[in-house]
């Protein structure tokens, strides 16, 4: 009995002690600044003409609460927190509630933030969710709380909190779904709006029509079983037919939320830095954003992909002289699924691995001119154990050919032939040194693209080329200010020479062939459909396989890749093949138009010499195909070329795989 008595007496005692500790927490709390709800945590984002494109937690157009619909303000308090006018920030009830529920289940079942708590949290960008985080949210209520009315949390809430594609704060939201005011919005308007926050990618009418009805059939259950509404405005709004909008007044582009997700992914490892003057401002962020880049490539890929709704595609503009991104799509339709493909998916690259074999070839004396018999071959790679590649549709030239002709018609005996005369491990230690971080294994198959490779690691790699042989790391944020200017952040340029210029201009120059007409023999270069449409000198390489389709190509300005294929992996049709290229060219040339571009200048160790470019034999008067090739000075050819078939493969532990490249010839339009 008298244990009892002491265990009563220690839990008052503990429980005045705590009463007395938490209203000392909010006196302390009261005593402090008064924080600027209006400015605290926003972010704006400036593309490279320093415009804003993007507002985050902090909107351009603010809602007092008395023009907001109040079918929002009462939709939201019963949804979201409805003892919200009676607690000081945090119920206790509920907390209790919800543990005891996600105890019973042994998982997290339900939650108990209340709205400050929730807008506490939208006030911050979204960082890893530690302990540390999660009391700092706790403490940033307690100010909340102490310093502002009621009325002017929920109107703060409001306004910044995310209705989905990028569109933040109930104006924003009521203009974008409806074209209309908030304060003008019906119940069902309302109802469908209130209900998107809890999950915008799932929620949006837009995406999921369904889920988002079902979701505002329960938020109206709620306002019916809570007495707000009587059961003839529910039965009204329930039936209501909406309309939607879904445009921006102001860059209404659909993918633009993609390149977004990029800059706020990259601003996510900066960690602190950036944290800080989120809790007592907000910050300014200037990225690469290129609007006439972006747009070129989100209306090509709309215009050329309109009978089929399936199939992906992907696209990534970059300044080769910086590595900074200017445009990225990561999605036909981010409406639709906001899975980021340029920068979250790896898929097998397929023949755009080619270059980097032949600037290792290269690099180890081969030429321009260097040939390999292009015929059907069986490689022993080890005791019982062979490998038999083959080109698109078995046709092979039954000839010896150039690593010109080879590059141009993306010939795959000759890549495996130069990759198992070179050693295996060369192609491995160049993609390392131009950029690909992906752990490659030293194959057979290697050259043909088995290895699946994240969309924006390969282009950055060809942005090596584009530089001339300068790596750079790929980058989407030029700096961050704080709202008065002052510099937080600024990218410092990481570039580092790791190719020779000479050879790097050499082999640019060679994937100019994979559109060039000079280069038609047995078969087409493997980008000639697209030749009339360029009007300006590129280096090129399309890759395939049954499941992805690839097309990079660059100058000095600007390397552009597309990827097209399907999310579930789904082999791809003779006619999914047309995309790609078309909207390669198409977007190039668009962001292109009205600007000066130039190629290369030659180095001064390099020579050009007019060459037979399929034999690369020096071209005579009765050559049929005659071409400029490029050279280091003393490795011009001869008459005759040495064809490089007398070798025999030693390697012995070398693994194999099949990749399938080029699965479409294009046919050469007249």
């Not at 009892?4 to 008052?12: N, R, S």
């Not at 600044?33 to 909107?59: A, M, V």
């Not at 990029?262 to 609007?291: P, W």
């Not at 280069?519 to 980008?527: A, F």
Request: glycine share 6%.
């Amino acid at each position: 009995m008298k244990f009892l008595k002491k265990i009563t007496k220690l839990m008052i005692f503990l429980f005045f002690i705590g009463i007395f500790l938490i209203a000392g927490v909010y006196i302390y709390a009261k005593m402090l600044p008064k924080i600027d709800i209006n400015k605290t945590g926003s972010y704006y984002l400036y593309d490279t003409n320093n415009e804003i494109f993007f507002q985050g937690n902090g909107t351009s157009e603010w809602a007092n609460l008395e023009d907001i619909s109040p079918y929002v303000t009462l939709a939201t308090i019963n949804i979201e927190d409805k003892d919200f006018y009676s607690h000081h920030g945090f119920d206790v009830l509920r907390i209790m509630k919800a543990m005891y529920v996600n105890i019973m289940n042994k998982e997290y079942k339900q939650g108990a933030s209340t709205i400050t708590q929730q807008f506490a949290k939208n006030l911050y960008l979204d960082f890893d969710k530690t302990w540390e985080r999660k009391l700092n949210e706790v403490w940033y209520t307690i100010q909340i709380e102490t310093h502002y009315e009621k009325d002017d949390i929920l109107e703060g809430y409001l306004n910044c909190i995310n209705y989905g594609h990028g569109v933040y704060g109930i104006e924003n939201a009521s203009e974008f779904y409806f074209n209309k005011k908030a304060k003008d919005l019906t119940l069902a308007e309302a109802s469908m709006l209130v209900g998107i926050p809890k999950s915008p990618s799932n929620y949006s009418p837009l995406v999921n029509p369904e889920i988002a009805k079902a979701r505002q059939k329960y938020i109206l259950n709620t306002l019916l079983k809570n007495k707000v509404i009587n059961e003839q405005e529910y039965n009204e709004a329930l039936n209501q037919e909406l309309t939607y909008y879904g445009k921006k007044d102001k860059l209404n582009l659909n993918t633009i939320m993609y390149y977004q997700d990029a800059v706020m992914d990259e601003l996510k490892s900066l960690g602190s830095l950036v944290e800080t003057n989120l809790k007592t401002g907000g910050i300014k962020i200037y990225t690469n954003l290129d609007l006439k880049a972006q747009t070129s490539l989100e209306e090509s890929i709309k215009n050329n992909i309109t009978d089929n709704d399936e199939i992906e595609a992907s696209g990534i503009m970059l300044n080769p002289e910086t590595g900074g991104v200017i445009a990225l799509v990561g999605g036909r339709d981010y409406n639709k699924s906001q899975f980021n493909r340029a920068i979250n998916s790896k898929r097998q690259v397929g023949s755009i691995m080619k270059p980097f074999l032949y600037y290792n070839a290269l690099e180890n004396g081969f030429t321009a001119s260097t040939s390999f018999l292009s015929q059907e071959t069986t490689f022993t790679l080890g005791t019982n154990n062979v490998y038999t590649p083959q080109n698109y549709n078995n046709l092979y030239a039954n000839k010896a050919i150039s690593m010109a002709a080879a590059l141009s018609f993306s010939d795959n005996i000759y890549a495996v032939k130069t990759h198992l005369f070179l050693g295996s491990e060369n192609l491995v230690d160049t993609a390392k040194r131009v950029g690909i971080k992906t752990k490659l294994e030293a194959i057979a198959s290697l050259p043909l693209g088995t290895v699946e490779l994240n969309h924006l690691e390969i282009t950055n790699a060809y942005a090596t080329l584009a530089s001339e042989g300068v790596k750079h790391e790929p980058f989407f944020i030029k700096k961050i200010t704080d709202l008065s200017g002052n510099v937080i952040y600024e990218h410092a340029d990481t570039g580092e020479v790791v190719l020779n210029k000479s050879l790097t201009f050499i082999l640019n120059d060679l994937l100019k062939g994979t559109y060039d007409y000079n280069m038609v023999d047995y078969t087409y270069p493997t980008n000639i459909s697209i030749a009339s449409l360029l009007t300006h000198d590129y280096g090129m390489k399309s890759g395939s396989t049954d499941t992805d389709n690839w097309i990079i190509g660059f100058n000095k300005d600007i390397v552009t890749s597309i990827w097209i294929g399907y999310d579930d992996n789904k082999s791809m049709t003779a006619s999914d093949y047309k995309y790609s290229k078309k909207i390669w060219a198409n977007a190039v040339e668009s962001y292109l138009k009205d600007k000066e571009v130039s190629w290369y200048e030659i180095p001064s160790n390099v020579v050009g010499v007019i060459v037979d470019p399929i034999t690369g034999n020096l071209a005579t008067n009765d050559s049929k195909n005659k071409k400029i090739l490029y050279y280091i000075k003393g490795s011009e050819p001869g008459n005759i070329q040495e064809v490089f078939d007398t070798y025999e493969n030693t390697e012995e532990n070398l693994e194999t795989g099949v990749g399938e490249e080029d699965k479409k010839n294009d046919e050469v339009k007249e």
